[in-house]
């Protein structure tokens, strides 16, 4: 008996010993001339370094293949069970010579630009995903993508982790490697390193839930009719200015059968564009309530629609003070805030805007989060219980994603 319990005990022991060693978590830093939020990988036998853009609604990883040698390094075959977790269309061959990135009868992959927005045919193929302190995902699916294909890229950065609802996600493909629940944590600094971890929340204080919604149709550039979109929507009902409800119609947040409307979360946006429709009545009330807080309106700088003299905001250790703008959920009292930190941007030292952009009177999602008011805040993509839990600006808690 007793040597039956020292063994579970040993067992338990040794299960949260793997657990602290085994989160795996990459780092994040932001590129300051694109505002893209990028990160460092190593792949394959030769430990390939790669910077990669961190992009939450891309559906796997891919990066320029026309150098990389790697002896682990293998196509995925059309037909196989990885090339339908994948969801691989049609089989592509090459007629170069072969090289990763071109072979014969390889599962059809589709890696996206979106800088470009350009689509491009290639392969899936499988090698080692190494992240820090070599912790290792052997055969990780991901796609090779031609050179010529990385315009609009922070420089230096030669592909894209994508994030999606997908099986071949970076945070699919590592839980499930380590057995963790699939869940990921997304920290975007805006100086220092912020982090992105699957699994365990780097992060002990309280957050806020809402459920993470299914728009019914997909928002890739390519998908099989009937497929839902495998980016992220959460149900903003209304927007609040210094606690003051946007008169909007409500049509426009709410997604329609065609996939049309409500609210998506994208690191690749830097600013959240919002419907014309919202975005009107949105810079209206936010000059009003600058004015009322005696915050001095100016000349507007494209493509911002309200801009001010920053000698007439003050400062905060958690940023400029500015009137609060609140993203209202469903439930009781649950609310995004978005203070000045997250809601202006300075232009030069003289000038700083309202960091939001007008999405046009036809977007395909009416209000898209962009980068800017991302940074600092911590996001929990549970995928278990299709929840995101938010911690609004970590600054206001003296804390910052570089000290998570
Ligand atoms: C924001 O993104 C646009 C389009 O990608 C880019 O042209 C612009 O330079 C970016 N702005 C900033 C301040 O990073
Ligand atoms: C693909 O097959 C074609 C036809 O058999 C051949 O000419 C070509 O060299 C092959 N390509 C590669 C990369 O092996
Ligand atoms: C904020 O956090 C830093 C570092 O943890 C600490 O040194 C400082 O005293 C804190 N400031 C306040 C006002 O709590």
Request: proline content about 7%; hydrophobic content about 35%.
């Amino acid at each position: 008996m007793a040597s039956f319990f020292s063994s579970l005990l040993f067992f338990a022991l040794l299960i949260s010993a793997t657990n602290a060693q085994t989160t795996p978590t990459l780092p994040i830093w932001k590129d300051m001339k694109t505002s893209q939020f990028y990160t460092t990988i190593q792949m394959g036998s030769n430990l390939v370094a790669i910077n990669a853009v961190i992009d939450l609604g891309g559906p796997f990883l891919w990066f320029a293949c026309n150098d990389y040698v790697s002896n682990t390094y293998a196509p995925i075959p059309c037909g196989s069970t990885k090339c339908e977790v994948a969801k691989g269309i049609g089989c592509v061959g090459c007629n170069l010579p072969p090289r990763p990135g071109c072979t014969n009868d390889t599962c059809g992959a589709s890696p996206y630009n979106p800088f470009m927005d350009m689509l491009v045919s290639q392969g899936y193929a499988e090698d080692t995903f190494y992240m820090k302190d070599r912790l290792s995902l052997p055969d990780f699916s991901f796609s090779c993508m031609d050179k010529d294909f990385l315009e609009g890229l922070a420089s230096g950065s030669t592909g894209m982790l994508g994030l999606a609802r997908t099986d071949i996600s970076f945070h699919k493909q590592a839980a499930h490697r380590f057995n963790l629940p699939d869940k990921f944590s997304l920290c975007l600094p805006s100086s220092g390193i912020g982090k992105l971890s699957v699994g365990v929340s780097p992060f002990s204080g309280s957050l806020k839930t809402t459920p993470l919604i299914i728009n019914p149709v997909s928002t890739y550039p390519i998908y099989v009719t009937g497929e839902p979109s495998d980016e992220y929507f959460i149900d903003v009902r209304s927007i609040r200015v210094e606690g003051k409800p946007l008169s909007v119609k409500n049509s426009y947040f709410s997604i329609d059968e065609n996939g049309v409307g409500g609210t998506k979360i994208s690191t690749i946006r830097n600013f959240t564009a919002l419907h014309n429709s919202i975005y009107k009545p949105f810079t209206r009330a936010f000059l009003k309530a600058a004015a009322d807080m005696k915050i001095k309106s100016i000349a507007a700088v494209p493509p911002f629609r309200a801009c001010f003299s920053s000698d007439s905001i003050s400062r905060t250790p958690a940023g400029p003070s500015a009137p609060t703008i609140d993203l209202v959920l469903p439930g009781n009292d649950v609310y995004w805030r978005i203070n000045g930190g997250n809601s202006l941007v300075e232009i030069d030292q003289k000038t700083t805007c309202l960091a939001f952009v007008d999405g046009g009177s036809n977007p395909r999602t009416s209000i898209v989060i962009g980068a800017h008011q991302l940074e600092e805040n911590l996001l929990e993509f549970d995928l278990v219980s299709s929840q995101l839990r938010f911690s609004s600006s970590l600054l206001v808690q003296n804390n910052s994603c570089s000290r998570l």
